[in-house]
């Protein structure tokens, strides 16, 4: 193997080790918010005309998993190997930062998308699902997995402890989640809590995503893509400079 590519294997191994803990947790987690949200809310809410609550909930709750594993796997490595002092034999590799950005957000997508899968492989057991345009589906779920990845890498880069890492994600990265539409259409909600919803990218990420699905969605898939192709753009420009400039991993 190359370089990149073992640096890519030892990423992935790290999180398949222990995948009863990365993987099986938060499939589980998600099954959790199916089954309470589903249940209580499932002759209450009606969404898409003719789609069941349970069905609109499964994209969500997938994507929604798939983004926090994602991050939650390139952050939690660099800050790991930076507590540890073990990121000092890495910096004595001839990889290049394009090397350190290509496994490292690599290993987040194959995370995120392995999870996104296991919640759907159970969910299964509680809905039908449709798959009205898979190639929307495929196409968020990479895009959104490399680009909350590659904020993991930023945040991984910037945190010097793991305090601030869990300050980063449980202030910015959760709440932004949780308000982007996973649980409601964002149509249900008063004016002024729309648009503040059509300022979150982590909305576009997921209404994209359950397009694909249904063939439905609260805006157009082509703007999502926009929003969600130049975030990533953007994210992965600053983490790529990051690397390039040692932040915070060469002193």
Known sequence: MTGWQTLFYKEVL????????????????????LLIFGHALEAHVKVYGQVSYTAFLVPGLAMMSLLQNAFANSSSSLIASKVMGNLVFLMLTPLSYMNWFVAYVGAAVVRGLVVGLGVFAVAFAFTDLSFVAPQWIAVFGVLGAALMGSLGLIAGLWAEKFDQLAAFQNFIVMPMTFLSGVFYSIHSLPPVWQTVSHLNPFFYMIDGFRYGFFGISDVSPWLSLGVVGGTLLVVSAVAVALLRSGYKIRS
């Open 14 to 33: 790290r999180f398949w080790k222990v995948a009863f803990q990365t993987i099986a947790g938060p499939v589980l987690t998600a099954m959790l918010y």
